[in-house]
């Protein structure tokens, strides 16, 4: 069991920064694959970033790509996301999730079940 811990969210003003932190806790060693998700209210969830915490590959969504940095601490467990230039259309409770990937390929492109989330922490951004 893998237990997952977001924090760092809040309110801010279009074009201010956010770091979201995940702390993970349990069988760490087992999830070599982590992602954030968010979910705004009548949307689907939709994948932001994720990092092979093998080699610290990672993957960003077309809509996140040059604002957002996942990262990784492997002696923290904690894996975080820096968003930059932020605006209201990423406004959305943002999760974190872990799962074992076969290899950085399926973890960064596959579509995977992701067995753990985290509770969430909303971010607001406002113009």
């Known amino acids: 069991q893998v237990q997952l811990v977001e924090s760092g969210g809040g309110s801010v003003q279009a074009g201010g920064s956010l770091t979201l932190s995940c702390a993970a806790s349990g069988d760490t060693a087992s999830s070599n694959c982590m992602g954030w998700f968010r979910q705004a209210p009548g949307k689907e969830r939709e994948r932001v970033a994720r990092?092979?915490?093998?080699?610290?590959?990672?993957y960003y969504a077309d809509s996140v790509k040059g604002r957002f940095t996942i990262s990784q601490d492997n002696a923290k467990n904690t894996v975080y996301l820096q968003m930059n230039s932020l605006n209201a259309e990423d406004t959305a409770m943002y999760y974190c999730?872990?799962?074992?990937?076969?290899?950085?390929?399926?973890?960064?492109?596959?579509?995977?079940?992701?067995?753990?989330w985290g509770q969430g922490t909303q971010v607001t951004v406002s113009s």
């Open positions: 990092i092979y915490t093998g080699d610290g590959s990672t």
């Open positions: 999730a872990a799962d074992s990937a076969p290899h950085r390929v399926a973890c960064l492109f596959h579509d995977l079940d992701w067995d753990y």
